[in-house]
């Protein structure tokens, strides 16, 4: 019997030790894939193995045209994105950007544009006023330039105030307040301009989002700085201390000392100026105001700010994270419009990748409790 029962522990011990090995290798694995998850790097890392995944199925993905292509495209989207990240840490959401990148682009224009049709714009509220078959009444002065950008950059701030005083005195839910917010401000720049283009903008203003530095567009040293400036203010001050304390418990932050109606506020007063920004750049590179730029660009600034890792239950997100999102989607975009997708695919995809993003800001959420 004995001798049975060794012959047997013999046998069965190559298999318990095979199954330990698998199961100590799948536990590895698990590990593996945990780090790599809740890695600050991890859309970095999903960028690179994205684009070398494609690589040999589209080559042209690599060229450097068009690599140079998607360094210029995430500079205005990353300046809008940077907005939004400061709005979804305090649980908010915006989505009047894409009205505010419409309205401001046309005041900007209106106000330095130096000829007009007065056949396509004679029924503008603004002809006779700021509008004239000779342009702006600025238009050829150096005051142009200067008056148009503070104007391009206050109304977007303003905008934003009005938000966040909706959202945080009125009580109003965000989503609603921004939705409204993007239909009339969107509406407002269509009646402004009567749907027509402004074009005949002042070179130095074009130079803004056109311009480069040896190859390198000053939109990126424009952006870049903001960016800095945006991850110290979150980091290094009690204001960005504030916003983190809002979105994770707005009641324990009250109780706290936190203004949180200030910190609400100024939130999308941040999301709104840097959605200005993200419109002088695009209207720039465009040389032109229109009065529908920014019509399909949110689902864009919305899926790079979440899929970078800033949380949509609010009290999570960086700038450093935003950059990663905003690369990883201007690099999506690129890699459809080269596969010659239909304008129905692409939303299709992007729909999904954001879905897909919210699933993962679940899954570490779960796992970082956990830990």
Request: no cysteine.
């Amino acid at each position: 019997m004995t001798t049975e029962a060794n012959l047997s522990n013999t046998q069965t011990s190559p298999m318990r030790s095979a199954a330990g090995v698998r199961t100590s290798g799948w536990a590895r694995i698990q590990q593996i894939l945990r780090k790599l998850l809740l890695s600050e790097y991890f859309v970095l890392y999903l960028s690179i193995i994205y684009f070398l995944v494609l690589w040999p199925f589209i080559p042209r993905i690599a060229s450097p045209q068009n690599l140079g292509n998607i360094f210029s495209n995430m500079w205005p989207l990353l300046a809008v994105a940077i907005g939004q990240t400061f709005v979804l840490i305090v649980a908010g959401i915006d989505l009047s950007q894409s009205a505010i990148i419409a309205l401001v682009s046309v005041i900007g224009a209106a106000i330095m544009t130096t000829q007009l049709d007065p056949v396509l714009f004679e029924k503008s509220p603004l002809w006779g006023i700021l509008l004239t078959e000779t342009g702006s009444p600025l238009a050829g002065s150096w005051l142009a330039l200067p008056v148009a950008l503070i104007a391009m950059l206050g109304v977007g701030a303003l905008i934003g105030l009005w938000n966040g005083t909706a959202v945080a005195k009125l009580k109003m839910p965000p989503f609603m307040v921004t939705l409204v917010g993007m239909m009339f401000f969107s509406a407002a720049a269509i009646y402004l301009t009567k749907s027509e283009n402004i074009i005949n903008l002042p070179d130095a203003y074009i130079a803004i989002g056109q311009g480069q530095i040896s190859f390198v567009p000053y939109s990126f040293f424009l952006v870049g700085a903001l960016a800095i400036a945006a991850q110290w203010l979150l980091s290094r001050t009690v204001l960005g201390r504030w916003f983190y304390a809002v979105g994770t418990n707005v009641r324990t932050a009250t109780v706290s000392g936190v203004p949180v109606a200030r910190v609400i506020i100024t939130a999308y007063v941040l999301s709104g100026f840097f959605a200005a920004v993200g419109s002088i750049l695009y209207s720039a590179r465009l040389a032109a105001g229109r009065p529908t730029l920014g019509a399909n660009l949110l689902l864009d600034v919305v899926g790079a700010t979440v899929i970078g890792g800033t949380s949509l239950s609010g009290g999570k997100g960086k700038i450093m994270w935003t950059v990663f999102g905003v690369l990883f989607f201007v690099l999506l975009d690129n890699s459809l419009n080269l596969l010659n997708l239909s304008f129905f695919w692409v939303q299709i995809v992007k729909g999904s990748v954001i879905l897909l993003a919210a699933g993962l800001d679940v899954a570490r959420t779960r796992l970082l409790a956990r830990s």
